[in-house]
Nanobody, 122 residues
Framework: QVQLVESGGDLVQAGGSLRLSCAAS????????VSWYRQAPGKQREWVAT???????IYADSVKGRFRISRDNAKNTVYLQMNSLEPEDTAVYLC????????????????WGQGTQVTVSS
């Protein structure tokens, strides 16, 4: 059993910063690429950023230069540092990971967290 748990969401004023965490736990053999998505009320889920296991990072244009994704492989944790927040960043932020478990080390399965709410006031 593998779990992804996000934390760090909060209410913040425009221009402020937050750091989100996504911690993977359970029977993990290998943590593959990890991504952050977000979903605002009435909108489709939107990809935000991805951190590959080898260090490659990529960002959506809407957050490039403001958000930074990083990972601590020893802790199976991925972070999203969000700076210069805008009201348009208000959403539930979800973590998505590809993980190989100890019972199936040859395959990567998909996992989603439950999300953490980020609200940016103007």
């Amino acid at each position: 059993q593998v779990q992804l748990v996000e934390s760090g969401g909060d209410l913040v004023q425009a221009g402020g910063s937050l750091r989100l965490s996504c911690a993977a736990s359970g029977s993990i053999f290998s943590l593959g690429s990890v991504s952050w998505y977000r979903q605002a009320p009435g909108k489709q889920r939107e990809w935000v950023a991805t951190a590959a296991k080898g260090g490659y990072r990529i960002y959506a244009d809407s957050v490039k230069g403001r958000f930074r994704i990083s990972r601590d492989n020893a802790k199976n944790t991925v972070y999203l540092q969000m700076n210069s927040l805008e009201p348009e960043d208000t959403a539930v932020y979800l973590c998505y990971a590809l993980i190989a478990t100890r019972t199936d080390t040859d395959n990567l399965d998909e996992y989603w967290g439950q999300g953490t709410q980020v609200t940016v006031s103007s």
